[in-house]
């Protein structure tokens, strides 16, 4: 502070006393800031537009691989969801085994041995019945594992676990990252 009260800062409002060009106009800043709707060379923007997608795709897909969370899909990501895949990763889950089985009962099917297809039906209902029973059971374990674990559950998440447990294990994105056995800690 001065002597006689005043700040010896410059005014805040009036700014620095020399700034060597005047203040532009406003027509003049808007014209600067504007820019085309469509690009003057559309080729060139779409080949642009084409490269940077085909660039996040190959990220996604990388991610997809080697399960690094940053670009992994919005499904896939956060740590409920890490700790769903692996917990249905390290199980045996019946519902791999379904579309084999359901392959085999239709090929047993063409053997023209009598009854045998009434056989075939009722063992692959049975089969189909322990899928349920085994994903109705994953659904209850893994809502129950992540109130443990996380203090509430995710939404979707032991749906997640259920569609998981359904496909081939070589065939899941993202790829397993865990051996069966290898269970994660609650």
């Given at each position: 502070m001065a002597e006689n009260g005043a700040s010896s800062d410059p005014d805040p409002h009036t700014g620095p006393?020399?700034?060597?060009?005047?203040?532009?106009?406003?027509k003049t800043q808007e014209a600067a800031r504007k820019r085309p709707l469509v690009p003057n060379?559309?080729?060139?923007?779409k080949a642009r537009n084409r490269d940077a997608q085909q660039r996040e795709r190959a990220r996604m897909r990388q991610a997809l691989d080697?399960?690094?969370?940053?670009y992994l899909p919005l499904r896939d990501k956060g740590p409920q969801r890490r700790f769903v895949r692996d917990y249905v990763d390290?199980?045996?889950?019946?519902?791999e085994f379904l579309?084999?089985?359901?392959?085999?009962?239709?090929?047993?099917?063409f053997i023209p041995i009598p009854g045998l297809?009434?056989?075939i039906l009722i063992a692959f209902w049975a089969m189909f019945?322990?899928?349920?029973?085994d994903c109705f059971l994953l659904y209850r374990r893994v809502k129950r594992m992540l109130l443990e674990k996380f203090g509430e559950v995710q939404s979707g998440s032991p749906w997640y676990a259920v569609t998981?447990?359904?496909?081939?294990?070589?065939?899941?994105?993202?790829?397993?990252?865990?051996?069966?056995g290898e269970y994660p800690t609650v």
């Open positions: 006393q020399s700034k060597g060009a005047p203040t532009p106009k406003r060379d559309r080729k060139e923007a080697t399960g690094e969370e940053k390290a199980r045996y889950n019946t519902g579309i084999i089985a359901a392959f085999v009962f239709v090929l047993i099917t297809t009434f056989w019945a322990v899928v349920f029973v998981r447990s359904a496909q081939f294990r070589r065939l899941r994105l993202p790829k397993p990252l865990v051996k069966r």
